[in-house]
């Protein structure tokens, strides 16, 4: 059912193998490069209350993620907050606003449970020590792994590539120190094949 909210859209799903690993800041980077699409930030958790919001009292507070995927060039972001078990309803909710948009990047791991993208990015760094059960789906389901390198030495980048091998032996790495505007050669590849770009 999802599928078919996203069918003939492109979408884009930024994942990742922690918090603050750098998703909001790959989203911005891409972003900055797309017109006419909009964003969907997820949080998943305890949360008792399903929140699907593209209110921008509730988007455009500075600092938040949301904030700064509108400031990189979203033409609307969608927050969506709740548990596990609401996520595929909040996720309907959500595409449903996006109708009207060329593309859409979704910002969050357990997404992959529902939809298959058009492109499927998973970001890690050196600080992978266990992945939850919705980052091993999303590394499963990913297109490219970005390993976000803030430093020159980078100690356990072999033991790391060794873990995603194993759960999907054919995904290219690219290194990228996030924080630097000039976006990979592959990555770039893959946005204009896509005809995702400007």
Same mark, same amino acid.
């Given at each position: 059912?999802?599928?078919?909210?996203?069918?003939?859209?492109?979408?884009?799903?930024?994942?990742?193998?922690?918090?603050?690993?750098?998703?909001?800041?790959?989203?911005?980077?891409?972003?900055?490069?797309?017109?006419?699409?909009?964003?969907?930030k997820t949080s998943v958790g305890n949360f008792k209350k399903e929140c699907v919001t593209d209110n921008p009292f509730d988007v455009m507070v500075p600092n938040k993620d949301t904030f700064r995927l509108k400031n990189a060039?979203?033409?609307?972001?969608?927050? !969506?907050?709740?548990?596990?078990?609401?996520?595929?309803? /909040?996720? =309907? @909710? &959500?595409?449903? +606003?996006?109708?009207?948009? $060329?593309?859409?990047?979704?910002?969050?791991?357990?997404?992959?449970?529902?939809?298959?993208?058009?492109?499927?990015?998973?970001?890690?760094?050196?600080? !992978?020590?266990?992945?939850?059960?919705?980052?091993?789906? /999303?590394? =499963? @389901? &990913?297109?490219? +792994?970005?390993?976000?390198? $803030?430093?020159?030495?980078?100690?356990?980048?072999?033991?790391?590539?060794?873990?995603?091998?194993?759960?999907?032996?054919?995904?290219?790495?690219?290194?990228?120190?996030?924080?630097?505007?000039?976006?990979?050669?592959?990555?770039? @590849?893959?946005?204009?094949?896509?005809?995702?770009? $400007?």
């Amino acid at each position: 059912m999802l599928q078919e909210l996203i069918c003939g859209k492109k979408v884009i799903t930024i994942s990742g193998a922690h918090s603050k690993v750098g998703k909001t800041l790959l989203a911005e980077n891409i972003l900055s490069r797309l017109q006419g699409f909009c964003a969907i930030k997820t949080s998943v958790g305890n949360f008792k209350k399903e929140c699907v919001t593209d209110n921008p009292f509730d988007v455009m507070v500075p600092n938040k993620d949301t904030f700064r995927l509108k400031n990189a060039g979203a033409e609307k972001v969608i927050f !969506v907050q709740c548990s596990r078990k609401d996520l595929s309803n /909040a996720l =309907k @909710k &959500a595409l449903k +606003i996006t109708s009207t948009y $060329k593309g859409v990047i979704i910002e969050g791991n357990s997404v992959l449970k529902y939809i298959d993208p058009s492109l499927a990015i998973f970001v890690a760094n050196e600080n !992978v020590k266990e992945l939850k059960e919705s980052a091993l789906l /999303a590394i =499963k @389901k &990913a297109d490219i +792994i970005v390993f976000n390198e $803030k430093t020159p030495i980078y100690k356990d980048k072999d033991k790391i590539r060794n873990l995603i091998k194993t759960l999907n032996n054919k995904v290219p790495f690219i290194t990228w120190n996030l924080t630097q505007k000039t976006i990979p050669l592959l990555l770039d @590849k893959y946005l204009k094949e896509l005809s995702f770009c $400007k």
